[in-house]
């Protein structure tokens, strides 16, 4: 149980960029032999990281007080981990979810075991399974932990190991992909059919006598954020249910020490390390833990954070978020009684992942021996744009690159051969990166840049709606309604179909009938349409179970196949002004 927290934090407030980055390190770890009232301590250093999706290349910058700063990429954030490490031998390395899913080529064209092995050689102890982790099913991910050779290698006749890595590397990751040296775990996904944990729900550390108990879980509502036929057969629970069940579970073995590693976050309202204000669901979670859990390391959100929310007894618990992408390392240090195991005090800060220190060189040599064997499909030219076409969404929810992609997805199965779709719905959180027009490339648009767009490969599938239906999707959109989302959330429609929804209408009656149209014309009730998605939402993700009641299913092509065409087909390409979709007041 946590006596007292202390949480020293440098505000990225109130510093620029550099500043924070030398302030940080001016910063004075506890003293790790002796706590504040003079009796012998334990003092452990925890490095946590969250949300790093693949981003083994330095990733874009990272925007601190407006202003941006270069940071990230495996191999400086290796060095950083180094230099904690150095300060303190007595050190743990942890995640809090979503180290893999939405990558960038470099890793996803690898299935992402360059990430895996990444974080092998960095020396990571333990992930919290995010929802992205479950984005290719369950069995892919049990393959990431126990390692083995991709199906689709298998059938297509190819070696389980690219061929073209350095000695060095091949050496070092072995002749077959070995999966993760550290442990995934997942508290809170249960196995309906063995009643058990898919992965260990805590793992634990020992230092110099006294353990510390790590918890990892996902957010329940995982299933919504994924296909739902790679999370069959598996059960979400609660998450601060799940962590207060198993609190007496660790005191029975001894630990006095409990960290929880939670892929859920909030979104803070203070400032960079501040939670004043925080909104989202973990303020809610950690208002319900255990007053023995000491502290949380969360993610989810790509937020920043170092702060105290009050636990079930009002007591203030450490609560951290490392933003994202590797850019960011949250610093942490517990100090634990030596005689009793428990925790006395904590403190944590954030650090940018900055480009002024050595990197490591194993690290920067993974990274070049894949960025060298993805190159060709990399660079590989697949059209031309004129200028950004953002994923930003008006105040309709709207936005010119949501226009790009259904219009792509429509034209590519419009054909009787991919089932003659009439309409295209596409998933905002399905676009990972904007189009963005670079000058000096004359809108050059690479399969890199397509991949960093759509990066979830994805197949299109065609389906039979009645107007109807259409309308109840079109609610599903908006709180309220049943399975509708927890906030707007608006799908992208394709060019002739056009509908105006009430800002203040009612749950179920936002949407106004007679304004859904295509090609100029009131879609009628009863009238049946052949409409084209991906097949996350044809499978119900993102809480769009009406998908699942589209009749006459058919699987056309690749979603990354349809946007190469469309560019192939009427590049240069121009962004039009979103228009198909009406916000009213």
């Known amino acids: 149980m946590t006596h007292h927290i202390i949480v020293r934090i440098l505000a990225a407030s109130t510093l620029s960029g550099a500043s924070l980055i030398s302030a940080a390190r001016l910063y004075a770890a506890p003293d790790p032999t002796v706590a504040s009232d003079g009796k012998p301590a334990i003092a452990v250093k925890i490095i946590a990281i969250n949300d790093f999706h693949g981003n083994l290349r330095p990733p874009g910058d990272l925007m601190l007080n407006g202003a941006p700063v270069s940071a990230g990429g ?10 904690l490490r150095a300060a303190n031998p007595d050190n743990v390395l942890v995640s809090a979810g979503d180290l893999i899913g939405a990558s960038p080529l470099i890793s996803a064209n690898f299935q992402d075991e360059p990430t895996i092995e990444a974080m092998n050689l960095l020396g990571l102890d333990f992930n919290a399974v995010g929802n992205h982790e479950f984005d290719e099913g369950r069995d892919e991910l049990l393959r990431m932990q126990r390692g083995g050779c991709h199906p689709r290698l298998e059938r297509a006749g190819r070696s389980c190991r690219e061929k073209g890595l350095s000695p060095m590397i091949r050496s070092k990751v072995g002749r077959k992909f070995k999966g993760a040296d550290f442990r995934f775990l997942a508290a809170n996904v249960f196995d309906r059919k063995s009643g058990g944990t898919l992965f260990p729900a805590y793992g634990v550390k020992q230092f110099h006598g006294r353990k510390i108990g790590f918890i990892g879980l996902t957010l329940k509502d995982t299933p919504k954020l994924v296909k739902p036929s790679g999370v069959k057969d598996l059960e979400f629970r609660d998450e601060a249910d799940t962590v207060n069940a198993l609190v007496p579970v660790l005191r029975s073995q001894g630990i006095e020490a409990i960290v929880v590693l939670i892929h859920e976050g909030g979104h803070p309202g203070g400032g960079p390390d501040g939670c004043a204000g925080i909104s989202g669901p973990i303020a809610g979670i950690v208002r319900r833990l255990d007053p023995e859990v000491d502290l949380v390391v969360s993610g989810h959100t790509h937020e920043t954070y170092a702060c105290r929310l009050p636990n079930a007894a009002g007591e203030p618990v450490l609560v951290t978020s490392a933003h994202d992408y590797g850019r960011l390392v949250s610093d942490i240090d517990l100090v634990l009684d030596a005689k009793t195991g428990e925790v006395i005090s904590t403190a944590a800060r954030n650090l940018v992942v900055s480009r002024d220190i050595r990197p490591e060189p194993l690290l920067t040599r993974l990274v070049e021996d894949y960025g060298r064997l993805s190159r060709p499909i990399e660079e590989r030219i697949v059209g031309r744009i004129t200028a950004t076409f953002s994923r930003t969404p008006n105040e309709a929810g709207e936005s010119a690159l949501g226009d790009l992609i259904a219009d792509a997805q429509l034209e590519a199965t419009r054909s009787r051969r991919y089932g003659a779709a009439a309409i295209a719905f596409m998933n905002s959180g399905g676009m990972r990166a904007d189009f963005s027009y670079a000058p000096g490339k004359k809108g050059r648009v690479s399969y890199r840049e397509a991949f ?21 999707l079109l609610e599903q959109q908006f709180p309220g309604c049943p399975n509708g989302q927890p906030a707007n959330r608006i799908l992208q429609v394709s060019a002739g179909f056009e509908y105006a929804w009430n800002a ?12 859904i149209r295509l090609g100029g014309k009131p879609i009628a009730a009863g009238k049946i349409y052949r409409i084209v998605t991906n097949d996350f939402l044809a499978d119900g993700g993102d809480g769009f179970t009406l998908f699942t009641q589209g009749a006459n299913r058919m699987a056309a092509l690749p979603e990354l196949s349809a946007l190469e065409r469309y560019f192939g087909r009427h590049s240069p390409l121009t962004p039009g002004t979103p228009r198909r979709i009406i916000r009213l007041p």
């Open 74 to 83: 495996a191999a400086h954030l290796a060095g950083h981990v180094r230099e």
């Open 452 to 472: 960093d767009v759509q990066p979830f490969g994805g197949t299109l599938v065609t389906m039979t709606l009645t107007g109807a239906q259409i309308e109840q």
């Open 504 to 515: 203040g209408g009612k749950a179920c009656d936002k949407v106004d009938p007679a304004s």
